[in-house]
């Protein structure tokens, strides 16, 4: 499986951007895939998942009223959507996409749950 993460860029405060991951090689519908952030000198923490059957979503305190995210309805383009909107300057990070056959739900926040990893790509909000 590989990941590949696009749609960052410089975003002014309280708007929007969306996230695209496209997942190759899935090999089936039991996969979950989550977003991750990192900004310079913190840890990378987790933002949202989706567990591509069901379409169960979970998110990060931060963040659950103000994104979603998603999969393409056509399920052979194998993307997941992160529509971020309302963003804010401590949202600016490096976001990767990340996947693994299915994780429990105990441990899908958690990054060493995943196996597979995006490139990441920037997100910068500022004025």
């Known amino acids: 499986v590989q990941l590949q993460a696009s749609g960052g860029g410089l975003v002014q405060p309280g708007g929007s951007l969306r996230l695209s991951c496209v997942a190759s090689?899935?090999?089936?519908?039991?996969?979950?895939v989550g977003w991750f952030r990192q900004a310079p000198g913190q840890e990378r923490e987790f933002v949202a998942a989706?567990?591509?059957?069901?379409?169960?979503?979970?998110?990060a305190d931060h963040v659950k009223d103000r994104w979603t995210i998603s999969r393409d309805r056509d399920n052979a383009k194998n993307t997941v959507y992160l529509q971020m909107n309302s963003l804010r300057p401590e949202d600016t990070a490096v976001y990767y996409c990340?996947?693994?056959?299915?994780?429990?739900?105990?441990?899908?926040?958690?990054?060493?749950?995943?196996?597979?990893w995006g490139q990441g790509t920037l997100v910068t909000v500022s004025s």
């Open positions: 990340a996947g693994n056959q299915h994780i429990i739900n105990s441990a899908i926040r958690r990054a060493s749950s995943y196996n597979y």
């Open positions: 989706l567990r591509w059957g069901s379409r169960v979503t979970f998110y």
């Open positions: 090689g899935r090999a089936s519908t039991n996969f979950d």
